[in-house]
Nanobody, 122 residues
Framework: QVQLVESGGGLVQPGGSLRLSCAAS????????MRWYRQNPGQERDQVAA???????SYPDSVKGRFTITRDNAKNMLFLQMNNLNPEDTAVYFC????????????????WGLGTQVTVPS
């Protein structure tokens, strides 16, 4: 019913930048909080950025000042600008959105994309 597709990952040298995008499609009536997570094999999925429906953002200390999350509500899109990347940023990056697909509170649910790989060699 709702699909999220990430793009923009790749291989980048330390100190470089990447911009991730996430496009949401389907029967979406409203989107509240949007988030980016990252995960490495055998590790937990960690949130790296969040943005509320009115644009309030939050970041963990590990990426604060280097990553910037933005959203385009008209196009149901989410972005993550990542600057000054280092090898510790290597991971699969996932977008997450809380979407409403029908009338009433019962139609809110969280959706995930399949992820995009970001690799920063050491």
């Amino acid at each position: 019913q709702v699909q999220l597709v990430e793009s923009g990952g790749g291989l980048v040298q330390p100190g470089g930048s990447l911009r991730l995008s996430c496009a949401a499609s389907g029967s979406i009536l409203d989107i509240s909080t949007m988030r980016w997570y990252r995960q490495n094999p055998g590790q937990e999925r960690d949130q790296v950025a969040a943005i509320s429906s009115d644009g309030v953002t939050s970041y963990p200390d590990s990426v604060k000042g280097r990553f910037t999350i933005t959203r385009d509500n008209a196009k149901n899109m989410l972005f993550l600008q990542m600057n000054n990347l280092n090898p510790e940023d290597t991971a699969v990056y996932f977008c997450n959105m809380r979407c409403r697909t029908g009338p009433g509170w019962g139609f809110w649910a969280e959706y995930w994309g399949l992820g995009t790989q970001v690799t920063v060699p050491s």
